[in-house]
T-cell receptor, first 113, second 114 residues
Framework: KQEVTQIPAALSVPEGENLVLNCSFT??????LQWFRQDPGKGLTSLLL?????REQTSGRLNASLDKSSGRSTLYIAASQPGDSATYLC????????????FGKGTKLSVKP | DAGVIQSPRHEVTEMGQEVTLRCKPI?????LFWYRQTMMRGLELLIY????????DSGMPEDRFSAKMPNASFSTLKIQPSEPRDSAVYFC????????????FGDGTRLSIL
């Protein structure tokens, strides 16, 4: 069974810290992996998408890495800010048409000023 | 550009009533997805369409659930009859069907069945 796991479920850090969110998946035959952000009462916003042939993607203070062989991805957030507080979800695409995204349950991040 | 638009944002109704959720995808996107999110099960794909055609509805929980996409700019998810266990947040998302682009989500419909 294809499963995506995110640990920890919740994380609280002081403003300015660099932090890493973890995502692991059981089946390494992936097409791509996405990191999303969800604010309370809102839908998901795509942050970064890594194709299976790529090792990492960067956008501003965010860097996502992918290691297919070990079934792991990390989302690195540099110099965290209170505005980064949200739930971060990892999703793995096994189907190639995004019709088979398997989501983790997310890590709820709180950045304290 | 307008994002994915869902209506209503909130719906409270009594058990047994018919519920219709609506979605307008981003113009030009040819894939549309319906998800359900609960605390217990997280985010689950219910059904997705490519070019208005349902491709995989294996996530639809029961025959009480049905979805249609009559044209490229509109989709509905219907529950009839509704039950309290259907209470959840329902999201619609759209993307280009090339497997390269990210999915764009609406803000969801928070459904409460009493």
């Amino acid at each position: 069974k294809q499963e995506v796991t995110q640990i920890p479920a919740a994380l609280s850090v002081p403003e300015g810290e660099n932090l890493v969110l973890n995502c692991s998946f059981t089946d390494s035959a992936i097409y791509n992996l996405q990191w999303f952000r969800q604010d309370p009462g809102k839908g998901l916003t795509s942050l970064l998408l890594i194709q299976s042939s790529q090792r990492e993607q960067t956008s501003g203070r965010l860097n996502a890495s992918l290691d297919k062989s070990s079934g792991r991805s990390t989302l690195y957030i540099a110099a965290s800010q209170p505005g980064d507080s949200a739930t971060y979800l990892c999703a793995v695409d096994y189907g190639g048409s995004q019709g088979n995204l398997i989501f983790g349950k997310g890590t709820k991040l709180s950045v304290k000023p | 550009d307008a994002g994915v638009i869902q209506s209503p944002r909130h719906e409270v109704t009594e058990m047994g009533q018919e519920v219709t959720l609506r979605c307008k995808p981003i113009s030009g996107h040819n894939s549309l997805f319906w998800y359900r999110q609960t605390m217990m099960r997280g985010l689950e794909l219910l059904i997705y369409f490519n070019n208005n055609v349902p491709i995989d509805d294996s996530g639809m929980p029961e025959d009480r659930f049905s979805a249609k996409m009559p044209n490229a700019s509109f989709s509905t998810l219907k529950i009839q009859p509704s039950e309290p266990r259907d209470s959840a947040v329902y999201f619609c998302a759209s993307s280009l069907a090339d497997g390269l682009g990210a999915q764009h989500f609406g803000d969801g419909t928070r459904l409460s069945i009493l």
